[in-house]
Structure formats: C-alpha cells, structure tokens
C-alpha cells in the first residue's frame, strides 16, 4: 500500500516551488491564485527570497503547504495513495491531498494558523529544546517532575523527541536531560512553544475558524497527529485538528500504525527528505521515496 507523507515547519528552502511554477501551467495557475488568497505575493519570498524571509511563520506555513499541494497535484493520475498523514502543518497539506479540504479552505486555514500562532508566541517568551538518546518514558518523566510549563511535543523516532515549554522551564529540563544521559538536548531557533498549553489561545482562534470551513469525505484515511490511527470520518478529523496545535505530535505512532495497516512505500510530498529519514528509523523494512514527476 502506497502512504503519502506531508512535512512541516522547517523543510522550507529559498527557490522551493520555482520548478514547479515554471514547468507546469496548473502550478502556475495555483500559486497565482495563492499570492491572492493570502493578499500578498509569496511566490516572490518563495522563488527569490531571503532564509530570513522564509522564517516568518506566517510565510513558512504557507509556503511549505503549498509546496506540497501544488506537487502532489501536478503528479496527476500517478498520486493515488491509499493512505496520508502530515506531520504538524503539514496534515493540512494531506487533508487537501486527499480531498477533505479543497485547496483555497486550507490555504486560509494554514494563513490563519500561522498568525495565530504567531500572536501565541508574542504573549510569552517560550521555546522548544531537541532531545536525542533517551526512551519516550524518561523525558516525559523529567517534564513533569520540572517546574514550570514543559511537555513533550514531537515524538519524531525513536531517541528523537522536542519538549516545548516556557523558556525557563525547558532550559532547565535540558539541564535535567543531559544529567539523566541525553546524547543530546539542544534548544531549537523558534519563536515559541508549539504543541504545548501555551499555544492555547491559538487553538481557540483556530477552532473557530475549522468550524466554519466544510470537510468532505476523505478519498483515504489520514491518518493524524493526535489520535495516531486511521480516520475517514469528516468530523473526527476536524475535532483532531482543532486539538492539534496544543497537544504533541505522535509521529512515531502514526507510521507504526500505517506500517501495522499495510503501507510498503512512504512518499514525501513536499520540500525536504526530513520525514524519509524518520520513517526509516521508526521501521527499517519501509521503503521511502520522493514524490517524482518524472
């Protein structure tokens, strides 16, 4: 079975997208669209913009998202999965991949995600740290016994997860991390404490606007961050959405679940190979590839 995978923040790349826009009139034609929808012209930090530019949360979302819509578009007949998910932003990707949301709902969606996060991140100083070489059990141990507001966040493969919290807090999980023997436990350059309590008043404003957006029936389960199974049921999969952003990204679980389901070959649709090197270290035996328009 063919599951097609969806990255997120962080894949982004300056030029991502330009390919696409230049070899096919339909890319062309949906990025345009996109520059309207969003009231500004992405298409120019995307092809011809700055690393710095392309930071911008309310860039970075938009742009990786439609990255990845675009691409599995253009694949035409040759995308036909039997399965998606995406991780954090990148499940809206997978919801319009495959046909929950069309692709102007969930470029607005991803618009209003991304200033509400941004807004969350301005109303407290918070981060988020990457912990490498310690089990799930242990680090989830240390964020609870540590003062202040620290949760795991991205349980990304085995030995890889990123805690988010209040700065203060997860500075001194790190420290608490490192004594209990992580290889390593690093604090990562982002404005804020994503997948945490602290992006509350995000969900809340996110929540609202999910409501208001119709979701049709899946051609295929998704299958998503927070219940980690397979979901066809247009309901269930809004109510997952609006808890998303407050609660962790359950990576590892979602690909062992579709590998128990049946998924041989994982696709990624989008920039990046980030998710590839995941799924391979969650299961040695999935076979990865990159979405080919060959």
Known sequence: MNAYIFPGQGAQYVGMGLDLYEKYPLAQEMFEDA????GFTITDMMFEGTPEDLKQTKVTQPAIFLHSVILSKVMGESFRPDMV??????????????????FEDGLKLVAQRAMAMQKACELQPSTMAAVLGLD???????????????VAANYNCPGQLVISGEVEAVNAACESLKEAGARRAL???VGGAFHSPLMEPAREELASAIENTVFNI???PIYQNVPTTAIDNSDEIKSNLMLQLTAPVKWTQSVKNMVANGA??????????????????????AETASADLH
Request: one cysteine or more; charged letters at 20%.
């Open 218 to 220: 899946p051609s295929c």
């Open 85 to 102: 998910a995406g991780h954090s932003l990148g499940e809206f990707s997978a919801l319009v991949a495959n046909g929950t949301l069309n």
């Open 35 to 38: 520059n309207d929808i969003l």
């Open 136 to 150: 799930d059990g242990v680090v989830e141990k240390i964020c609870n016994e540590t003062q202040g507001i620290v």
């Open 187 to 189: 604090v990562l350059p």
């Open 264 to 285: 041989k070959l994982f696709t990624e649709v989008g920039p990046g190979k980030v998710l590839q090197g995941l799924v391979r270290k969650i299961d040695a035996s």
